[in-house]
């Protein structure tokens, strides 16, 4: 069956890439509409240009820029090889606005990493300057604590320099960590193998006088053998977090029970935030006189340490209904 000339030619027009064919001599002697619209409504009868023909003769693809603003990307085929009809056939695609994205990509990469490292020197040296005086503050108000005692009028404003002093020396470490782990290179949390249990045994005598002064019964609950990789550091400042967060919620005489459980792709640590306050979701500092004092930088870091281990941070609820504040992590 003979195809109609003109009939051919306009379906060609209707591709977006651009076919273009030569004769042995690199004339071109036909172009479909995008070859035209990328080189010109002249295409047809004149010669391809230099660069693409002098690379015709080794490469069988390649890139051309025909004017300024404007690059090429070329393929051919040999056509109707050791005939007199012999030819080639190009298939051209315009790559300018990929390779214009790559530029913008790799400069909006450069910035963001000149921010994080902007970032990260700002997070140390503000933590460095601030924890000097912050720690001679609570140095001082520690030593006034023992000289001024009730009923000295005195004795309750140093007690609140004191605590606020400790709150904030809390909130700088807690910065100066956060900066820590988003600068660690991945691979600085695997390889250990920690055992859960043990991180959560280890970390539940720091919260005892806490316990005691907010009349919350305070224990473990859950599984053995819960092995994750991970850093352990790491690992028992989410358990402390956590259980902050559990004291933080906790009425009076309640049950606190720092559980660990498996699940499908791992194990799960929880703590109940089911009472008051739970709803802030803000990890404590230490009980005092006033109750567990909240700082929301402590679940960031929470959450951070999860990510880093390549699990996720959630509140669930428990088997009767409670609320719970779970840390998933991957076996």
Same mark, same amino acid.
Not at 77 to 86: I, R, S, V
Not at 158 to 167: E, L, T
Not at 186 to 212: D, F, N, S, Y
């Given at each position: 069956m003979t195809v109609d000339p003109e009939l051919l030619a306009a379906a060609?027009?209707?591709?977006?890439?651009?076919?273009? &064919?030569?004769?042995?001599?690199?004339? &071109?002697?036909?172009?479909n509409q995008a070859?035209?619209? $990328?080189? +010109?409504?002249?295409?047809?009868?004149? %010669?391809?240009?230099? @660069?693409v023909a002098a690379a015709m003769a080794k490469d069988d693809h390649g890139r051309w820029s025909p004017r300024p603003g404007l690059v090429v990307e070329? *393929?051919?085929?040999? $056509?109707? *090889?050791?005939?007199?009809?012999? +030819?080639r056939c190009l298939v051209l695609r315009d790559v300018s606005h990929r390779i214009a994205d790559r530029a913008r990509l790799r400069r909006q990469n450069r910035a963001l990493a000149e921010l994080v490292a902007m970032k990260a020197?700002?997070?140390? !040296?503000?933590?460095?300057?601030?924890? @000097?005086?912050?720690t001679s503050i609570a140095a001082m108000s520690e030593l006034l604590g023992e000289e001024v005692t009730e009923p000295d009028p005195l004795a309750a404003p140093?007690?609140?320099? #004191?605590?606020?002093? !400790?709150?904030l020396l809390g909130l700088i470490d807690n910065v100066t960590e956060l900066a820590r782990i988003e600068n660690a290179?991945?691979?600085?949390?695997?390889?250990? %193998?920690?055992?859960?249990?043990?991180? &959560?045994?280890?970390?539940?005598?720091?919260? @005892?006088? #806490?316990?005691?002064?907010? !009349?919350?019964? $305070?224990t473990a609950t859950g599984a053995h053998d819960a092995t994750v990789e991970g850093e352990r550091v790491l690992l028992r400042r989410l358990v402390d977090a956590m259980i902050g967060i559990g004291l933080a919620a906790a009425e009076p005489g309640a049950l606190l029970g720092v559980d660990v !459980?498996? *699940?499908?792709?791992?194990?799960?640590?929880?703590?109940?935030? +089911?009472?008051?306050?739970?709803?802030?979701?803000?990890?404590?500092?230490? #009980? @005092?006189?006033?109750?567990?004092?909240?700082?929301?930088? #402590? $679940?960031?870091?929470c959450r951070a340490i999860v990510a880093r281990h390549g699990g996720r941070l959630t509140t669930d609820t428990d088997p009767d209904g409670a609320a719970v504040l779970a840390a998933h992590l991957p076996s």
């Open positions: 060609l027009d209707q591709l977006g890439t651009g076919l273009l &064919v030569t004769g042995a001599d690199g004339t &071109v002697v036909a172009a070859t035209r619209d $990328l080189l +010109g409504e002249q295409a047809t009868g004149r %010669k391809v240009g230099d @660069t070329w *393929t051919w085929t040999a $056509l109707l *090889t050791g005939t007199p009809h012999e +030819g020197e700002f997070t140390a !040296a503000v933590s460095h300057e601030l924890r @000097t005086p912050v140093v007690a609140a320099v #004191a605590r606020n002093a !400790a709150r290179p991945p691979a600085a949390v695997a390889g250990e %193998k920690i055992a859960l249990e043990e991180v &959560v045994a280890a970390a539940l005598p720091g919260w @005892t006088a #806490a316990a005691r002064d907010a !009349a919350v019964h $305070l !459980a498996s *699940t499908d792709s791992g194990w799960r640590i929880t703590v109940p935030i +089911g009472g008051r306050g739970g709803d802030r979701l803000f990890t404590s500092s230490a #009980a @005092t006189g006033e109750g567990v004092r909240h700082d929301s930088t #402590a $679940l960031m870091l």
